[in-house]
C-alpha cells in the first residue's frame, strides 16, 4: 500500500503515538510516518506518509505551514506551553495595539532559539529529556522563516490569537514567548491548531474516529 492519509490529529496526542493508531488499520507490514511533528498539546493537519509515498515528503509537506495561535499573556512556562509549569506571573499591560506593533519584528528571516523541551538531540539524547533531568543546555539560535503573521482576534482579555504563516523550523511556542516578552507581558502559547502542512488542508483531514470507521484503509 502506497499513498498518504491527511490525519486530524487531535490535541493530548503524541505524532508518533498517531501514527501507532493508524498503523493498526493497515495491512500488516505497511511502512508509515508522519510528516511534520505537532506537539501533543497541538491539533491539526498532521500528514502520513504510506509505502513509497515515504518519498514524496519533501515534495508533499516540505513547504509552508500555516497555525492558528492562542498565545495568553502575563504567565510564562518552562515549555513555553500550556502544559509546562508556570515561571512567572505578571501584570497584563499590553493590549491588541501593543502586539501589532510587535509583530512585524518577527516576520522575515529570523534568528530564533530553539526551546529546551524539544525533540532535537543534543549529546546523543532529546533535549528535553535532558531538560527534565535538568541537563539541558541553551542551544545557538536558528534562521528559519516567517512568511505572515496576522491578527485574528482577542478572545478574552489577556488572549489573542494569531495566523502564521512559516517554513519548516519554526517554534510556535517560541513565536508566542518571544512576542511576550516583546511587549513586556511575558506569553505561552495556550492552544495550537495546524491549519495546513504544504499540499494537506484541514478542510478534508479525517480524524482517527472516522478513519476507524472506514474499516480497511487500502482504499484511503
Not at 163 to 171: D, F, L, M, Q, S
Request: glycine share 10%; aromatic share 6%.
Amino acid at each position: 500500500m502506497d499513498g498518504y492519509i491527511n490525519l486530524l490529529k487531535p490535541p493530548g496526542m503524541t505524532s508518533s503515538d498517531a501514527v501507532v493508531r493508524v498503523r493498526k488499520m493497515l495491512p500488516r507490514g505497511t511502512r508509515i510516518g508522519h510528516g511534520g511533528t505537532l506537539d501533543p498539546d497541538a491539533a491539526g493537519v498532521l500528514p502520513l506518509l504510506i509505502g513509497r509515498g515515504t518519498r514524496l515528503f519533501d515534495y508533499l509537506i516540505d513547504k509552508q505551514k500555516v497555525y492558528l495561535a492562542e498565545l495568553r499573556l502575563g504567565v510564562t512556562t518552562d515549555t513555553q506551553d500550556a502544559s509546562g509549569a508556570v515561571v512567572s506571573v505578571r501584570p497584563v499591560i499590553a493590549g491588541e495595539a501593543q502586539l501589532r506593533a510587535a509583530i512585524w519584528r518577527f516576520v522575515g528571516d529570523i534568528d530564533q532559539s530553539p526551546p529546551a523541551y524539544s525533540a532535537i538531540q543534543q549529546n546523543g539524547r532529546r533535549m528535553y529529556e535532558l531538560a527534565r533531568a535538568g541537563l539541558a543546555q541553551p542551544l545557538p539560535p536558528r534562521r528559519v522563516r516567517v512568511d505572515a503573521i496576522e491578527y485574528v482576534d482577542s478572545p478574552c482579555p489577556g488572549a489573542h490569537r494569531l495566523r502564521v504563516y512559516c517554513g519548516k523550523g519554526v517554534y510556535i511556542r517560541t513565536l508566542a514567548s518571544d512576542l511576550g516578552d516583546a511587549v513586556g507581558d511575558g506569553a505561552h502559547l495556550a492552544f495550537l491548531l495546524r491549519q495546513s502542512a504544504g499540499w494537506f488542508d484541514i478542510s478534508d483531514a479525517r480524524t482517527l474516529e472516522e478513519l476507524s470507521a472506514m474499516g480497511d484503509l487500502s482504499g484511503a
